[in-house]
């Protein structure tokens, strides 16, 4: 559907517009990628971050797609390149701040805390439930930030090839953390269920 809405809001880019950006520097290209992409970069980095860090981010992002733009191999999707470059940059900007982020994996979740509370009014339809998208934010929130990683990737249409080429992990790995996230997310929403 999101799809649909910009390729009628927007006139497709070619395929090769960001190998015509690496190759020209035109910033109509550039244009173009910012109106097909930024969307999609900010829903990422916000699901591994906060807002305010998710728009700093996105920014610098840009910023790095116009310093980096000779590296971008056109063999490569665009978005997957786009997001990779996100990806590094979120987690520098987190060591620089010294914020510890699990990049190893967590299978399962710890016991939990049962800290539902600011869960509200059904809004999806999961399965034979209804959640809503806070109670689903919150329990995507509780996933390490690989398993997140991972399963907001696969949400976004990344193939696993893709995800891989993001994340910097092999194909087993990426396997094992969307693995675990369902399960995990499962088991949290079920919690919600419980209670609601």
């Excluded at 390149?81 to 590094?88: K, T, V």
Aim: charged share 20%.
């Amino acid at each position: 559907m999101l799809l649909s809405i910009k390729s009628w809001l927007f006139e497709a880019p070619s395929k090769d517009c960001m190998a015509r950006y690496a190759k020209s520097g035109d910033n109509c290209h550039l244009e173009q990628l910012i109106a097909l992409y930024s969307n999609d970069l900010y829903h990422y980095l916000v699901t591994q971050s906060n807002t305010q860090l998710a728009y700093d981010i996105s920014q610098q992002t840009w910023l790095k797609v116009i310093e980096k733009r000779h590296l971008y191999q056109a063999q490569t999707t665009p978005k997957a390149w786009l997001f990779r470059l996100a990806r590094n940059t979120l987690i520098d900007e987190y060591r620089k701040q010294q914020h510890f982020v699990e990049l190893d994996e967590n299978s399962q979740l710890p016991a939990q805390n049962n800290n539902q509370s600011e869960l509200t009014s059904s809004d999806s339809h999961i399965g034979d439930t209804y959640i809503s998208y806070e109670a689903f934010n919150a329990a995507l929130k509780q996933l390490s930030f690989v398993q997140r990683e991972a399963i907001t990737l696969q949400q976004e249409g990344f193939s696993l090839a893709d995800i891989e080429l993001i994340t910097q992990s092999n194909a087993q790995t990426i396997k094992t953390r969307l693995r675990y996230a369902k399960q995990n997310l499962k088991q949290l929403l079920g919690d919600y269920n419980e209670q609601a």
